[in-house]
Nanobody, 122 residues
């Protein structure tokens, strides 16, 4: 069973950048597909980005495509979310999640971190 811990959130001005990290423990990291999600106040959690077990395939929400990049380092049990050209509407709690291959194909995730706050000021 995987435990996930996010870091790297903070306050940034619009147009700035942040890099989120998520370290996994308690499982075989390379066997999990990984994803990033976010939840803004008063809104439902939404998908941001995902990558397969090797990192060779990545997918993004339209709202972040071209600005955010998901990557992973299996040797460090870590997945990253590089966020550039940040906008106030990117303000949310960001969560990383892990899942097995079969459930990833259905967009379903088994393990979740506690989240890290990202606030973008205008």
């Amino acid at each position: 069973q995987a435990q996930l811990e996010e870091s790297g959130g903070g306050l940034v001005q619009a147009g700035g950048s942040l890099r989120l990290s998520c370290v996994a423990s308690g499982g075989t990291f390379s066997s999990y597909a990984m994803g990033w999600f976010r939840q803004a106040p008063g809104k439902e959690r939404e998908f941001v980005a995902t990558t397969n077990r090797s990192g060779g395939s990545t997918y993004y929400a339209d709202s972040v495509k071209g600005r955010f990049t998901i990557s992973r380092d299996n040797a460090k049990n870590t997945v990253y979310l590089q966020m550039n050209s940040l906008k106030p509407e990117d303000t949310a709690v960001y969560y990383c999640a892990a899942t097995g291959w079969a459930r990833w194909l259905k967009g379903e995730y088994d393990y979740w971190g506690q989240g890290t706050q990202v606030t973008v000021s205008s």
